[in-house]
């Protein structure tokens, strides 16, 4: 079946099998390999992308049903250039440690911003809720968004 | 790596056209919309459809209002909405306290109440919650729609009453004064499928108890509801003592069965505790 899907603001058109999930479209078809893939059963959300501008754990998606719709990916998140301010948290506030959780975080981090500009340490918690970090590096986790939360805070100011 | 067998995939432009496919590949086919419970068992090919209708189109389905003196849910209304819209939480928060506790944040972006439902599963949390509110679904066919009362649209596990042709249009509510509700729930961590789970219905009049809905889950309780602890609540002035008795009621008719989330004596507990719970947050909200 031959879908397009836009992906961080770039239509692609390919021909895929319906069965084709979009974790693996988006690596494997496209390349974009930022989006990292885990248990496949839709538990740790390290797949994590938004469709749509609403994050998605990409292993329980079909590529097809993305078809006509927007995903950004950690690939995204950039802007000419320049770190967005979730990613500049987690490196200022050491989010990280093996990065495995890290992209999903991101994604999950920046639409919970755009909804909820200053989120307090519970809602970070409750968003980041269905993804796991094997490195259990919560509370730098939750420093790092709230940080991100700061500076664009101070920036709109 | 795990990918589902082969199907063919078709996408539905409206109800009509979702039916159309329906009958076009028969019994094999199957609905899909968030997808979350039909996915991942078809990747490990407990499921293994011929063909899916995608009805994420259908926004015909996504409605979710007050109608007349009912709240009317459409099927194709993802769990995160239900738990944003304060229509719905503040009519039942029953709505809100489910929500909250199924699977987690981003899960709930994409799974669907009428998914949820139509999947049957015997430890499904809202199938308890609509079961205590005594709402009604709303099936459509090729020859209309029909409604079937929810406490007849669970038939068993993974069996509902929608026929192989048919669609979950929507969900509707009754809404009269005087009602609380509450759901409470025992899970082994965070996003997890329930232990067990009581949901509560109570509308008080008069100071006592007009109707009462209970609702459980994981419990095996037939038609996910406690008709021998309503029946026993009805009349009565709400009071401890007879939330616990029908608590205990509650328990004594369901079927609990011992697997990897608990003893089967254990849930029997659990229903009746939780009846309780539930129960008592649900007069409190009054
Ligand atoms: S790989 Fe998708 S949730 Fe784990
Ligand atoms: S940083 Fe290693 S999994 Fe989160």
Sequence with gaps: MRITVSVNGQPHTRDVEPRLLLVHFLRDELGLTGTHWGCDTSNCGVCTVQLDGVPVKSCTVLAVMADGHEVTTVEGLERDGELDAVQKGFVECHGLQCGFCTPGMLLTARRLLDTVPDPDEGQIREAISGQLCRCTGYENIVRSIRWAAAAEGEARR | ?286
Excluded at chain 2, 191 to 218: F, K, M, S, Y
């Design chain 2, 1 to 286: 790596m795990q990918v589902p067998a082969k199907f063919a995939y078709e996408r539905a432009d409206s109800v009509p056209h979702a039916l159309e496919l329906l009958e076009r590949y028969g019994p094999e086919a199957r609905v899909v919309a968030g997808g979350h419970s039909l996915i991942p068992m078809m990747k490990l090919r407990l499921a293994q459809p011929e063909a899916l209708i995608d009805i994420n189109g259908l926004t015909e389905l996504g409605r979710l209002a007050v109608e007349d003196d009912e709240l009317v849910i459409g099927a194709l209304v993802r769990h995160a909405e239900l738990l944003a819209s304060t229509i719905a939480t503040d009519l039942f928060p029953i709505f809100r306290d489910a929500e909250r506790v199924i699977a987690d944040p981003i899960v709930r972006n994409r799974g669907t109440i009428g998914g949820s439902l139509c999947q049957a599963d015997p430890s499904e949390d809202l199938s308890a919650v609509f079961s205590a509110l005594r709402a009604t679904a709303v099936i459509q066919g090729r020859n209309g729609t029909r409604t079937v009362p929810i406490r007849d649209f669970h038939q068993g596990p993974y069996e509902t009453a929608v026929e192989p042709d048919e669609l979950l249009v929507r969900l509707r509510v009754p809404i009269s004064s005087g009602t609380g509700s509450a759901y409470v729930k025992v899970e082994r961590r965070v996003g997890d499928w329930p232990v067990a789970a009581a949901g509560a219905v109570l509308r008080v009049e008069d100071g006592v108890i007009a109707q009462a809905g209970v609702g459980l889950t994981a419990v095996g309780a037939e038609h996910f509801c406690a008709p021998e602890a309503e029946t026993y609540l009805a009349g009565r002035p709400p009071s401890p003592e007879a939330f616990a008795a029908a608590g205990r009621i509650a328990a004594e008719h369901c079927e609990p069965h011992t697997d990897q989330r608990g003893p089967a004596d254990y849930k029997r507990h659990l229903a009746a505790e939780l009846t309780r719970r539930a129960l008592a947050a649900a007069a409190e909200r009054i």
